[in-house]
């Protein structure tokens, strides 16, 4: 990274915000959803009205329990909700429940790429269980307040200051996208707010130990941001400090059209926040057997599968990473090459997989999208689909044995093309045809497909002999350019052989008896 000083570097630090995908609220049974008519989701207790208790939403704590043990933290069998004490509008009790000393989870880190094929260990503070607040809408001079965001789970993520660059900044931020949203814990979507960063930065000498000043970056909401605000706030410090000047702590505001940091406030009017242990919970107390019934369904994540394809299959660093970015589609492939047994080569099941499998759920992720662009327009009241939720490339989640019945036969179908009794476009027809019976519940091998679809390659020499010996004729001028020296025209004859032949000749034959016979001439 190049700074306007480069005899300078930068620290960084990230406190990361994520929502947990529980379908209740943390303290209440308010549904937690997004998008939906302003404060149509609330109940005494997220509205703070007195009287009402709070209870905690166990289900929460098991997703944060989960995204700690993914990024190794220590799960503190004994943690304390507390109250942490400001005012502002969209939080109406006053304070926001959270967690201050002993934490649900200390002490654990994340390795990161940093490239070169070199990986990086950023060290993590904590991660604890806190609620959101709600929401203030500004419109003109008027402000309005939506509280159906109030009281919805949050896992904060603090990490050490660690990072050494933006870039590094970006890369530990969509390491831990990537594990939060595989594991589904959250959907990660950080347009939406689900998943929210400040970015904690200082400068210093190349060499000093000691840290610098620093100043947070509130909410920045997308990757891209992160980089930029960090880039701007590094040089806006380092000339700072050039010019004689001193950073001050301070919280700032990225600006993403003038892609500057603006103060938002200083050290001096920092909230002192009057922490104390939050009386109406007690304490959350976790078992042995809870803790390991959780570590139990992590299972490995995309970056150790990515890793064992390519050691043990010998995938492409690309492949690898597409096939594990879907954990249904990783786990399809697992279960293929389990099935499989060594018969079809691995890479040959992996292309399948990633050039037309992940298509037909591309396709059917549109279908799906389009459906509930049609439903909502025919129902455009408040329990409707959010227009937000529609346009989501994200969610071509979907499982093989729940679109063509057996998997087995995904592999069948490959093993005819490798045998050479159907060619490759056969193959995405019978694939095709398998989606097909899904849909309507026929049965059919992948033989009786082939059979039913006449795709059989022909494959026999004097069948192809045939075929071949009727292009010839029929082209004479193209045969004569030929034998005069004009060699490109074989592709020619072997397209118009492929033709004839309805595609459904084996074209590696095709060439073979091409050549022969042409050099007879
Ligand atoms: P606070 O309690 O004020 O939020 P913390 O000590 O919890 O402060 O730190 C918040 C975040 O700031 C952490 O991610 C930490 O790594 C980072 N941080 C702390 N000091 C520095 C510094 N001098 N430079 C950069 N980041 C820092
Ligand atoms: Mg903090
Ligand atoms: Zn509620």
Redesign the pocket.
């Given at each position: 990274m190049e700074y306007i000083d480069n005899s300078f570097e930068?620290?960084?630090?990230?406190?990361v915000h994520t929502q947990l995908l529980t379908n209740t609220k943390m303290f209440c049974s308010c549904p937690n959803v997004f998008g939906r008519e302003p404060n149509s989701l609330v109940c005494p207790v997220c509205l703070a009205l007195p009287g009402s208790l709070p209870v905690i939403n166990f289900n929460a704590v098991k997703l944060a329990v989960k995204a700690a043990l993914a990024i190794n933290l220590h799960i503190n069998q004994r943690s304390l909700f507390a109250r942490k004490n400001y005012f502002y509008p969209d939080l109406p009790k006053g304070y926001q429940i959270s967690q201050f000393q002993d934490p649900v989870s200390s002490n654990g880190y994340l390795m990161i790429d940093i490239g070169g094929g070199m990986e990086k260990k950023i060290r993590i503070?904590r991660l604890h269980i806190e609620e959101d607040a709600g929401k203030l809408i500004h419109t003109g001079s008027n402000s309005f307040v939506d509280l159906n965001r109030a009281g919805t789970p949050l896992a904060e993520i603090?990490?050490?200051?660690?990072l050494s660059s933006p870039a590094e900044a970006v890369a530990y931020l969509k390491d831990l996208r990537d594990i939060i949203v595989y594991l589904d814990i959250s959907d990660g979507n950080m347009e939406e707010g689900s998943f929210r960063c400040?970015a904690?930065?200082?400068v210093r000498k190349k060499g000093d130990t000691e840290?610098?000043?620093?100043t947070?970056v509130k909410n920045v909401n997308s990757f891209k941001f992160v980089e930029k605000a960090l880039e701007y706030e590094i040089n806006r410090q380092i000339e700072l400090i050039l010019g004689g000047g001193k950073v001050i702590q301070e919280t700032l505001l990225f600006n993403s059209k003038t892609g500057k940091t603006e103060s938002m406030r200083g050290k001096e009017e920092?909230h002192d926040y009057r922490y104390f242990e939050e009386p109406d919970l007690p304490p959350l107390i976790l078992t042995d057997e809870f803790i390991q019934e959780i570590k139990d369904s992590i299972g490995e994540l995309p970056k150790a599968k990515r890793q064992r394809y390519i050691n043990d299959y010998a995938l492409s660093e690309y492949d690898a990473e597409v096939l594990t970015q879907y954990k249904d589609v990783a786990n399809d492939f697992d279960e293929l090459v389990k099935i499989n047994n060594g018969k079809i080569d691995i890479k040959k099941i992996a292309n399948w997989i990633i050039n037309e499998w992940m298509l037909e759920l591309k396709k059917r992720c549109a279908a799906d999208n389009n459906e509930h662009a049609q439903e909502r327009a025919a129902q455009p009241d408040e329990n409707s689909i959010p227009a937000e939720k529609i346009i989501n490339e994200d969610l071509i989640n979907f499982k093989m044995e729940e679109i063509i019945k057996d998997r087995k036969c995904f592999l069948d179908m490959i093993m005819q093309v490798e045998d050479g009794k159907i060619n490759r476009n056969g193959g995405r027809l019978v694939l095709y045809q398998l989606v097909e019976n899904g849909k309507n519940g026929n049965i059919q091998t992948v033989e009786e497909i082939i059979l039913s679809l006449n795709l059989a390659q022909v494959s026999d020499d004097k069948g192809i002999e045939d075929i071949i010996k009727q292009v010839l004729e029929e082209n004479q001028k193209e045969l004569s350019d030929y034998l005069g020296g004009k060699e490109k025209l074989f592709g020619f004859f072997v397209g118009a052989a492929m033709k004839k032949a309805k595609g459904k000749a084996n074209p590696q034959k095709v060439n073979e008896i091409l050549k022969k016979q042409l050099e007879k001439l």
């Open positions: 930068a620290v960084i630090g990230l406190e503070n603090v990490s050490e200051p660690d400040d904690n930065v200082s840290l610098g000043t620093r947070e920092a």
